[in-house]
């Protein structure tokens, strides 16, 4: 599932992890795939797997 950066830009904010969004900026494509990227996901402490449900929710919500 190809997800938004902006997405887990705001999961790190939300987790008080603002130090970490500039990193999170310079790594991440604009397009994130949750699997392909778990590894860096991860290093952000992000789970991929609740990355992916949230941005399903968040588009079924937007529908």
């Known amino acids: ?10 999961e790190l904010r939300k987790q008080g992890q603002s130090d970490k969004v500039q990193k999170a900026l310079d790594e991440l494509p604009a397009k994130v795939d949750h699997e392909q990227h778990a590894a860096l996901l991860e290093k ?6 609740q990355l992916a449900e949230k ?3 968040k588009g079924l919500a937007s529908l």
């Open 1 to 10: 599932m190809k997800i938004d950066r902006e997405l887990v830009l705001d």
């Open 44 to 49: 952000f402490g992000i789970d991929p797997g």
């Open 55 to 57: 941005a399903a929710k």
